[in-house]
């Protein structure tokens, strides 16, 4: 990617970014975020990737405090513990648990897979929160740049591990949930499929825009497949916003200097942020609803070329090829 063409994506993402504040700023000022309210959800298992920090510690400790036993999943061991202790503490809840998960790794993704699996436990949410924003160019264990292979690849060879036990778990009038955070990034983002690991060229802001933008392609195919097949499994995106975590050291330093002044006033916090996916996991409005894209707790329309089912398709096939998965898709439709 040429710097013209890297600096022309580095501010369209700033732009959106830009835009999301002030909005999210007027409406704080006009009426402010009100925390959505729903009652226990005992006897449920729910899994959230990248839940010991920022938006998906939030959402760990929010379905917690409705009953259910959260899994975090997540590579950072030396706070796990006291991650643990605190949601427990905070939320009167002893099934909260810490299981290890590189999603950098597909090795680690399997064996997180095969760990959770021998306990035996249904599996009712999926939040597929982690991810990285705006690193430098670095590639995962398997060779993939480091967006496309924690915040999209991983998710997919995740959820696709674990659809088997989400179906199982899953009834009529109960449906399992897949929730996949992605950000408002993606109406920038552009899917180049004979380039998806930016090799050719490199723009973090590029590489993390495509890898948002991917996430909603897939949960909009994988949504036409569970429909296909009749399962009691939903799948919806959610979309934060633009919230006050650690994500931003990679970022413009502009953008560093408003966080660190008027962050505590324009960005969510970590708990507003989480509200749209627990709301995406549990809320009786969306009961066998799947194919949503939300931001604050509402249907929202994403980019267009997301609706645009060859485009997904296409996502689906190489993302297949890529981790070993066998790819269902004709045999699911008849073609």
């Given at each position: ?101 590189d ?47 924690v ?29 996949t ?49 009749g ?11 633009v919230?006050?975590t ?10 560093r ?57 296409q996502?689906?096939?190489?993302s ?7 790819d ?8």
């Amino acid at each position: 990617m040429s710097p013209l063409s890297a600096a022309r994506a580095a501010l369209r993402v700033y732009a959106v970014g830009a835009a999301l504040i002030v909005a999210q700023l007027v409406r704080r000022c006009v009426r402010g975020f009100v925390e959505p309210v729903f009652s226990p959800q005992p006897n449920r298992v729910a899994i959230v990737t990248g839940g010991t920090d920022g938006i998906g510690y939030s959402t760990a400790k929010h379905l917690a405090k409705l009953g259910i036993h959260v899994i975090i999943a997540g590579n950072n061991d030396s706070k796990a513990q006291d991650v643990v202790r605190r949601i427990k503490e905070d939320t009167l809840n002893d099934q909260v648990e810490f299981l290890y998960c590189d999603l950098a790794s597909m090795r680690s993704i399997r064996e997180f897979v095969q760990t959770f699996k021998m306990k035996k436990l249904p599996l009712h949410v999926l939040v597929n929160n982690a991810g990285v924003m705006m690193v430098p160019q670095r590639t995962t264990e398997d060779g993939f740049e480091e967006h496309f292979g924690v915040n999209y690849l991983g998710h997919f060879l995740l959820t696709n591990l674990l659809l088997d036990t989400l179906q199982e778990s899953g009834a009529p009038g109960r449906s399992a949930r897949v929730v996949t955070v992605s950000s408002a990034t993606h109406y920038v983002g552009e899917l180049n499929l004979d380039d998806l690991q930016s090799s050719t060229s490199y723009s973090a802001h590029a590489a993390y825009a495509q890898s948002k933008l991917a996430l909603v392609l897939f949960t909009y195919h994988l949504q036409a497949l569970l429909s296909a097949r009749g399962v009691p499994v939903t799948a919806s995106v959610a979309d934060p916003g633009v919230v006050d975590t650690d994500l931003y050291r990679h970022v413009f330093w502009g953008t560093r200097l408003v966080k660190k002044l008027l962050g505590w006033w324009v960005f969510k916090t970590p708990d507003e942020g989480a509200w749209t996916s627990v709301y995406a996991a549990v809320t009786p409005a969306l009961e066998g609803l799947g194919g949503r894209y939300l931001y604050n707790e509402r249907e929202t329309r994403s980019l267009e070329a997301t609706y645009d089912p060859e485009l997904q398709r296409q996502l689906w096939a190489r993302s297949c090829q890529l981790t070993g998965i066998t790819d269902v898709t004709r045999e699911t439709f008849g073609e």
